[in-house]
């Protein structure tokens, strides 16, 4: 029998990991983008490689999801990662008493951390808050999010996927009650085409409810807005985190010569028309001044936002056949032969890849086993041979 | 809010290109990738590039006003000081594959000649001090005392190919980013034989010498990669050799 087909919608980090998890197998593999790869939510999401610090007090479940993964990535894509640690830092007394929660978080998710001496840190971090309280250090790291992606393609094309950007996703085909297809709109040559396939893996993010739309079906997927704002210098050598619970502008990531601030929420209703609140943008650059005061000294370089796919978790039922990685096999709606995975995050992506990756295979009757975690990824430039 | 008349060039495949015209509406802080986004607003077949909207993915180059740019962090005051309109072209010396993407294949290939790392040792802060070697989690989540890295300045923009003279006469020359490439890999290693590949690499009649030393590629770009002086930095280090061989033969 022919290898079956899969058709994966979306190269973000989530479709370009499946792409390459699903090819790995030994599938054959189309994947299909609406512009460039990354253009979307992976490419303006913080650069941050998450060692699950972030989540470790309230939600520690993706807290180690994040530091399993972390550590997976720094195998299999040791040259595409900047590895200088992270340091979550405490600022004013609400900071300091949020010190031992945070240790005890760290410790239940198996988050390495280190009690790093303030002086030590403001010697570490020359351009921190003068008037920081304490400092704890954790396996962060930053990556480039465009790149990140291509190294997944890059493999998933070496080991035979299609791969084909700038093709919008039209119309699912379907077969009674399964989906059988895509039909494309090539902005290359203006002309649509119909591709045939056993399996659609749908993995836009905060698109997931459009296309779930062309099937019949909902998915739960509310896209909400965050902005990043860049400074012109590069201010920190590790991640600055704010030693507190998850809130706008926790965050400052460098990245090459500049450093990101990070993030505000708001919900939007088409993930294709954004408009930035101009006073995110300067609340960004206030919250930033409280973890690196220098931010005052710097102009904004660029600003970007994107959505993200945020799962509503009201209507959990049978749907939510995994609900860790948000992924739906929409036989459980009634329509065969098409799964959605939306939410999460870029630094779980391989993981999210593998548990779609084992449910298409499971749907289509492959005997494979996953094996993401052992392949170390192409170079992103070999997607370009 | 600013109103921005825009002529954007636009092409299919096996068409001729033409320019088409637009009205956009964008904040007055706005940089020029959110007029070319505004535009996609209007008409979704309009095809570009862009990712990180901060100058690091190096995807969304192009030609604005006739000068290449990254348009995300260029801002459309400037762009439009003493204009009533403003141009959006795709890079030159590149084959264009749609509106402003073009193909940037060609390009990466040379920069895989070199390969090199996209991360470079961090011995610096900005501010030009060294940064306290302290311990840092390994591979294993183990502490460990090894140095800090950072991401390379080079994005792979495109820009100084487009910016390039003699890229124009022959697509063959390595290029300003893939010879600055050779020249940071040489940097990174202590392998005399590595060195050597790489100065051979350089050594090559479409290598340095067919750089006609016109700066171009150093003026457009966006990171100061400063290839033209890595191109010179290479040049010398060639003539150094040769001047060594002589000497041997002697």
């Known amino acids: ?385 | 809010m600013l109103d921005v008349n825009v002529k954007v060039f636009r092409q299919r495949e096996g068409q001729a290109g033409h320019f088409q015209d637009f009205k956009v509406s964008v904040p007055d802080d706005a940089n020029v990738i959110d007029v070319i986004d505004a535009v996609w607003r209007q008409d979704s077949s309009f095809m570009f590039r862009h990712a990180c909207h901060h100058a690091s993915c190096g995807t969304c180059a192009v030609r604005v006003n006739g000068y290449e740019k990254l348009p995300c962090i260029y801002s459309v005051k400037d762009a439009m000081a003493g204009r009533a309109e403003m141009t959006i072209e795709p890079l030159r010396n590149f084959p264009i594959v749609g509106d402003m993407v073009v193909d940037v294949s060609g390009f990466f290939q040379k920069q895989i000649a070199s390969d090199m790392l996209i991360t470079r040792p961090a011995e610096k802060t900005l501010g030009g001090e060294a940064y306290e070697r302290s311990e840092v989690f390994s591979t294993e989540g183990k502490l460990e005392d090894r140095a800090y890295n950072r991401f390379e300045n080079c994005v792979e923009c495109g820009i100084c190919i487009s910016a390039c003279p003699t890229m124009a006469a022959t697509d063959k020359f390595f290029g300003p980013a893939g010879l600055a490439a050779i020249n940071r890999a040489y940097q990174e290693t202590s392998d005399p034989a590595e060195r050597e590949h790489l100065l051979n690499l350089a050594d090559d009649e479409n290598g340095v010498w067919r750089c006609h030393s016109g700066w171009e590629c150093t003026e457009a770009c966006p990171q100061n990669v400063d290839p033209a002086g890595a191109i010179m930095s290479l040049r010398r280090r060639l003539i150094g050799r040769r001047l060594k061989g002589i000497f041997k033969l002697n």
């Open chain 1, 1 to 385: 029998m022919a290898k079956p087909h899969v058709i994966v919608i979306g190269a973000g980090s989530t479709g370009s990991a499946t792409a390459h998890d699903l090819a790995l197998r030994g599938l054959r593999v189309t994947l299909l983008e609406r512009g460039e790869i990354a253009n979307m939510t992976t490419g303006r999401n913080h650069c941050l490689l998450h060692s699950g610090g972030r989540y470790c007090v309230r939600d520690q479940e993706s807290a180690i999801e994040c530091i399993d993964e972390n550590m997976i990535l720094r195998r299999i894509m040791p040259h595409a990662l900047e590895l200088n640690d992270g340091l979550f830092v405490a600022v004013d007394d609400s900071d300091l008493a949020f010190k031992q929660k945070f240790i005890d978080g760290c410790e239940a998710c198996h988050i390495p951390w280190r009690d790093v001496p303030v002086a030590e840190a403001l010697r570490m971090e020359p351009n921190l808050n003068p008037k920081t309280l304490a400092a704890v250090q954790v396996p962060d790291g930053v990556f480039e999010p465009f790149r990140f992606s291509l190294a997944f393609v890059a493999t998933a094309k070496k080991n035979g996927a299609t791969i084909r950007p700038f093709v919008e996703v039209k119309e699912l085909t379907r077969a009674g009650n399964a989906i059988t297809g895509v039909k494309i709109l090539d902005y290359r040559t203006g002309k649509t085409e119909t591709i045939g396939a056993d399996l659609v893996v749908s993995a836009v993010g905060p698109w997931a409810h459009e296309i779930a739309r062309m099937a019949g079906v909902d998915v739960p997927v509310l896209p909400t807005a965050g902005v990043m704002v860049t400074v012109n210098r590069r201010l920190n050598n590790m991640v600055i985190n704010r030693l507190n619970k998850p809130s706008d502008g926790d965050i400052v990531v460098p990245q090459r010569t500049t450093s990101v601030i990070g993030t505000t929420s708001w919900t939007i209703t088409d993930p294709d028309q954004i408009d930035i609140p101009k006073e995110h943008i300067e609340m960004m650059l206030e919250k930033g001044r409280e973890l690196i005061p220098d931010v005052a000294k710097c102009f904004t370089r660029g600003v970007g936002a994107a959505a993200r796919p945020l799962i509503r978790k009201a209507n959990a039922d049978e749907r939510d056949v995994a609900r860790t990685f948000e992924c739906f096999d929409h036989k459980f709606d009634g329509v065969e032969g098409f799964v959605t995975i939306s939410g999460g995050k870029t630094t779980t992506a391989r993981a999210m890849a593998e548990k779609v990756a084992d449910i298409v295979c499971r749907k289509l009757d492959v005997q494979a086993q996953c094996r993401t975690k052992e392949t170390r990824l192409e170079s992103y430039r070999r997607y370009y041979e």
